[in-house]
């Protein structure tokens, strides 16, 4: 079974479609901030030294283990010479 078919399959559960669903926007954060640290040539040590944190609490964040505050992702941006923005919609 391809994963197009699987997804739709699973997608026919509502309640399993709106849990999948509300992770899309954690996905998108830790899918950007690692494209982004990865064009600018950065490990994850590197940016963990720039913004005054340890590796792992940047592995945490890629992972999807953690729970990031603002402020953290915040500095995370600014090491990458970007701007936080959140807004609801």
Known sequence: MKHNDLKELLFQ????????????????????????????GLSQKQLAELIGTKQSAIS????????????????????????LHISFS
């Open 60 to 83: 945490r964040l890629e992972s999807g283990n953690s729970n990031p505050s603002v402020e953290f992702l915040s500095k995370i941006a600014h090491a990458l010479g970007k701007n």
């Open 13 to 40: 559960d509502e309640e399993l479609k709106n849990e999948y669903d509300a992770l899309e926007p954690i996905y998108k954060i830790k899918s950007e901030l690692i494209n982004l640290r990865i064009e600018k």
